[in-house]
């Protein structure tokens, strides 16, 4: 196909094979002159220019130079040289994807000698037909558009995320409707974007964008060397176009948002840079084995980055670790993705995380705790139902109350990583709210345990209350349900993210998000129950070594390990052990976290020992005659608790 020529003097001419791509080539590309190659002469060389389209297609061009030219149809069967020195006319042959394979892009030498852009030069006069690069390969976006879209909520300069979700998702009428291959979208304060689209379906390639920072402008990246230059990068693979074209997406295209302030989420959480990225190609893009790339260079920051995704659902932002790969190396963060959608790289504290070595044994300590705990706790259950022969007392129906929470909340709390994995947000929500009432519905028993022990010594054993128990289950039962509901209804409930030093190794359960009302309602409410039964256990011990010293010698050498026992049992039977949780801070973070895992996962295992050595043999054996005014702190404190009450002032 002639592109220059005369018929005098000197003359080029440059043919396209007739193949298959040639074909393609001439159909798709007949209108579009700067597709076409051209040859010009420059001092003494002939230098044949082309687009980067013959670079990635095996395309061979037949270039004829010299005089004589116009009238000479070469043998194109072949890529040969058919030419001499003496032949007025030479004709060469090139293979520009094999040429061109290595060049890279020289700015200056472009610039300077021959001050073209977007093109390739390759110079016919040598034989070795050298190929300059000089097709940059950072790239501006062809227009610019500004989007009317009113993004910000009211009450603050934040960008509304329902808002966003809609805007992302209008780009595929956009891209099918906007003129060029490439465009810059303007759309508010702290929000651009970029979106890029191909025409001919097979010519779809990866697809780079990059920028210095967030307030300067994206660019188009055509070769990843070009990506170092830059400190944050998205990379798109041809995986991702060929999936959205299996999804009869007739015209590809990829669009980037970048968001400096886009509205929190429920945990208030700490972004790289404050910024959130969006990636649209209209179709959902999922599974992909060759993953989307994000890149940040040379950042500095505080905390442990995590690569986190958000699927658009929800007035806010939920933040989640599935199908991202977090990577970091001296202040480089890569993550890799197999899906398209919001993305932000979350920071976490240093002091909110946990090794990840330490989190896998307290996983193994609580798993294994807990289980053998729900196994000792059904022991108890069964042995005062089934096994009892007499009717239980009033302390032990307590126990019995407390033992039925703890046994719920251990098993709850088994099956919440398990939903969790789910990825079920309803059922997650369930669990969450289950656990968390059986945990309020525990604390409220151990308040109610120190209770029943402080109206047992002030009222010498007897609590003159009609239907006291009757009273005080459905206190203790239906209060944390109230405070439950409220939780509910707020929607405070769903997946929180337990954070380690390995991002990759985050897990993931289903409990409270917010951290304002954990706060309130489970270490407020802990705090006062701690307080209340501290004090009564401070009392009762000061009691049990009052009554130790009443005794013969022989006597208290005998009772001393079921004094150990009872001692044990009562920081087990008003839930003292949780007190650990507010040591957690500091260099005793984590031996206390290690204290607090194995004392209360163990909880359910003490307490089935605590009652077998103190339970009231009139329960079980009627032939067995018990102490007639035992006012012990479970069954009953046997001979510990049979003296009279130091505390009861008598006339």
Known sequence: MATDGTAHKDSCVVFLQKNTIGQMFLQSHQNESEYWPQIEKHSDSYLLYISKWHTVKPVSLYVLFGKQCNNIMPDVTECTFNHTDKDPCHISCVRTMTVCTEATYDKSYCENAFRVKDRYIINMTKTD??????????????????????????????????????????????????????????????????????????????????????????NIIDNKDALAGFSRSVTIPKEAFKQAISHNITIPFAALFRFTNLAQDELNSTLLGNEVLAVEMGTQILNLTDTISINFKNMRYDGIPSCQSWDGEGSRPNWTGDGCVTREVEGHITCECSHLTFFAILLTPLNETISASDLNNLTIITQIGCGLSMFFLAIVLFMHFIVRKTKAREVTK???????????????????????????????????????????????????????????????????????????????????????????????????????DDPNNNVVMCWITDNNAHNIVNIGYYALVFIFTFATFVVMLNWLFCLRRTKAGTAQVSQSSKSIVTIMG??????????????????????????????????????????????????VNPGVNAYSNSTSSTSTLKTSLEHENPYTIHK
């Not at 303007?186 to 210095?212: C, N, Q």
């Not at 126990?399 to 929470?405: E, K, N």
Request: hydrophobic fraction near 50%; glycine fraction near 4%; charge should be negative.
């Open 129 to 218: 037909s050298n190929c300059a690069n000089c097709d940059n390969p950072v790239k501006q976006p062809e227009s610019v558009v500004h989007l009317n879209n009113t993004l910000q909520t009211e009450e603050e300069e934040q960008v509304d995320a329902a808002k966003a979700v809609e805007l992302v998702n209008g780009m595929s009428d956009f891209a099918a409707n906007m003129n060029g291959s490439s465009v810059a979208l303007s759309v508010a304060e702290g929000v651009t974007g970029i979106l890029v689209r191909e025409t001919e379906p097979e010519d779809v390639d990866i697809v780079s964008f990059a920028y210095a920072s967030p307030t300067e402008s994206l």
């Open 398 to 500: 307590i126990f019995v109350h407390l033992v039925s929470a703890m046994l719920l909340l251990n098993f709850t709390f088994l099956i919440n990583n398990i939903v969790a994995k789910l990825q079920n947000s309803v059922g997650c929500v369930i669990v969450a709210a289950l656990m968390h009432y059986f945990m309020l519905a525990t604390f409220t028993w151990f308040a109610v345990q120190a209770l029943h022990l402080c109206m047992q010594l002030h009222a010498a054993g007897r609590i003159p209350i009609s239907r006291y128990i009757l009273k005080i289950s459905v206190t203790s039962w239906v209060l944390p349900s109230v405070v439950v509901a409220v939780m509910l209804i707020t929607g405070k409930y769903g997946e929180q993210v337990i954070y380690t």
């Open 570 to 619: 009562l920081c087990c039977l008003l839930g003292i052990t949780w007190g650990f949780a507010f040591f957690a801070y500091g260099a005793l973070r984590i031996p206390a976290t290690y204290i607090f895992t194995i004392l209360n996962s163990f909880q359910g295992f003490f307490l089935f020992i605590y009652y077998h050595y103190t339970s009231s043999p009139a329960e």
